[in-house]
């Protein structure tokens, strides 16, 4: 499986990063990875297969992101959260003096788009059933993550039930996200969103001091 895709003859150009720690397992998000693949414009990046060891290239990845207009996040909720490798790129892509903070403006008018499934179907999302609560009490690590960046959060993409969900609605579902790919900045829907200003860190809050927290 390729690790990265990139085309620079469409715009506006999409990075979409993909995290799943075993696709072998994948009955939906492997059929989206591979559907992101073959849309025009779109940089894919396979954490797994590219950062085996854990070992991001913050750089590298800031160049791919900085030119992107919209961040796309394609994996599994595991654990109510994000896989381990999405969540330390988050950590150290993001950095303040960068992504956020004095000085953090590069990510200001973007957007962000998750894309993920779900392993319980979307009635076990709820506070009589096993999850507990109803799936959006999940979403605002993500809201806030965008918003502290200046970016714009953009409706999310879910998939419940990927274990157990019929042939011809997986294929449904991958149909509506290549086209959403196919399609961006065109969505009806973005009309009546606004854009997103970053949430200022008081300085303060963030000393220049050697060594972290």
Known sequence: MPTTT???SAAPRIYLIAAHPRWRDSRVNLQLLKAAQAVPGVDVNDLYDTYPDYA???GAEQARLARADLLVLLHPIQWYSMPALQKLWLDEVLGYGWAYGTGGTALEGKDFW???T????ETSYHPQSYNRYFFDAFLPPYEQTAALCGMRFLP?????GARSAPAGEVAAHVAVFKDRLSTYPNWPELEDLDSCVSCAVPEVDRPVVHGEA
């Open 56 to 58: 991001i290239d913050v």
């Open 114 to 116: 998750l894309a993920a």
């Open 156 to 160: 999310p993409l879910l998939f419940h």
């Open 6 to 8: 990139s085309t620079e």
């Open 118 to 121: 779900t392993g319980g179907p």
